[in-house]
Nanobody
Framework: QVQLAESGGGLVQPGGSLRLSCAASGSISSISVMGWYRQAPGKERERVAVIFSAGSTNYADSVKGRFTLSRDTAKKTVYLQMNSLKPEDTAVYYC?????????????WGQGTQVTVSS
């Protein structure tokens, strides 16, 4: 089984910053993709930023230039640095990992962490 431990959400004023962390643990042979999605009330879940096994990253257009995704491969951890936050960034942020485990390639989700951008 794979567990994802998320941290770092909270309330921040517009223009502020937050850093989210997500650590994967369990019987993981390798990680193919790891990153963050978000879901705002009444909207579908959307990809925010992901990093692939080779190190390349992909960002949603709405966060490019403001958010930075990094990782510590040894710790199986990703970090999402969010700067210049806007009210429209308010959402529940979910960590996601696609990992090779004993039973094959599997997709896992964290429980979600709330990010609220408001004055």
């Amino acid at each position: 089984q794979v567990q994802l431990a998320e941290s770092g959400g909270g309330l921040v004023q517009p223009g502020g910053s937050l850093r989210l962390s997500c650590a994967a643990s369990g019987s993981i042979s390798s990680i193919s993709v790891m990153g963050w999605y978000r879901q705002a009330p009444g909207k579908e879940r959307e990809r925010v930023a992901v990093i692939f096994s080779a190190g390349s990253t992909n960002y949603a257009d709405s966060v490019k230039g403001r958010f930075t995704l990094s990782r510590d491969t040894a710790k199986k951890t990703v970090y999402l640095q969010m700067n210049s936050l806007k009210p429209e960034d308010t959402a529940v942020y979910y960590c996601n990992v696609v990992a090779m485990v004993v039973s094959g390639l599997r997709n896992y989700w964290g429980q979600g962490t709330q990010v609220t951008v408001s004055s």
